[in-house]
T-cell receptor, first 116, second 114 residues
């Protein structure tokens, strides 16, 4: 596709359930980021994938959060045993490799997660 | 650890005036980059401008310029001749070449008054 695609756009779940959020980056973009944005707040870094390197998981808030990426394509962010404080917009972004110099992030439209 | 600080949660500016949005950063690395993004109420993230730590001149992109003061570790965004469509959240962000990830500040909500 032409841009970063995220699905679902909205997800309502019950506390304690697991959820999976999907991100399809722009073709050729080896870097992929996940951010969390609570209502009216800034972007909180969660995890970063760069090609075949080990991901930077330093932003994951707890072991309930995990993410995978298959090669340089789709990524899935999984939240287990969801809590109400997990309610937020989850944004995915991708970019070309940094060896080209700086590369701006291209963002998806986000997944609005609501935990009841 | 790297950190981005935006101290202005909200600003109100009269249309056609210039506005400066503050951003300070903290890093011990010498090689880094600074970004500004705009997020309108629609939620999309729009890239505005980039400044590299080794760039000698301040970056400019149309009505946007970045006032880069390396010694003070500040990277303020200046919007000239503000327009109603500039009303949005603005985020400052930083990448450090050593570890590549990009971190964001908490943002400034800008309101342009007619």
């Amino acid at each position: 596709g032409a841009g970063v695609s995220q699905s679902p756009s909205n997800k309502v779940t019950e506390k304690g359930k697991d959820v999976e959020l999907r991100c399809d980056p722009i073709s050729g973009h080896t870097a992929l980021y996940w951010y969390r944005q609570r209502l009216g707040q800034g972007l909180e870094f969660l995890i970063y994938f760069q090609g075949n390197s080990a991901p930077d998981k330093s932003g994951l808030p707890s072991d309930r959060f995990s993410a995978e990426r298959t090669g340089e394509s789709v990524s899935t962010l999984t939240i287990q045993r969801t809590q109400q404080e997990d309610s937020a917009v989850y944004l995915c972004a991708s970019s070309l490799p940094r060896w080209r110099g700086y590369e701006k992030l291209f963002f998806g439209s986000g997944t609005q997660l609501s935990v009841l | 650890a790297q950190k981005i600080t935006q101290t202005q949660p909200g600003m109100f500016v009269q249309e056609k005036e210039a506005v400066t949005l503050d951003c300070t950063y903290d890093t011990s690395d010498q090689s880094y980059g600074l970004f500004w993004y705009k997020q309108p109420s629609s939620g999309e993230m729009i890239f505005l401008i980039y400044q590299g730590s080794y760039d000698e001149q301040n970056a400019t992109e149309g009505r946007y310029s970045l006032n880069f003061q390396k010694a003070r570790k500040s990277a303020n965004l200046v919007i000239s001749a503000s327009q109603l469509g500039d009303s949005a959240m603005y985020f400052c962000a930083m990448s450090v070449n050593r570890d590549d990830k990009i971190i964001f500040g908490k943002g400034t909500r800008l309101h342009i008054l007619p």
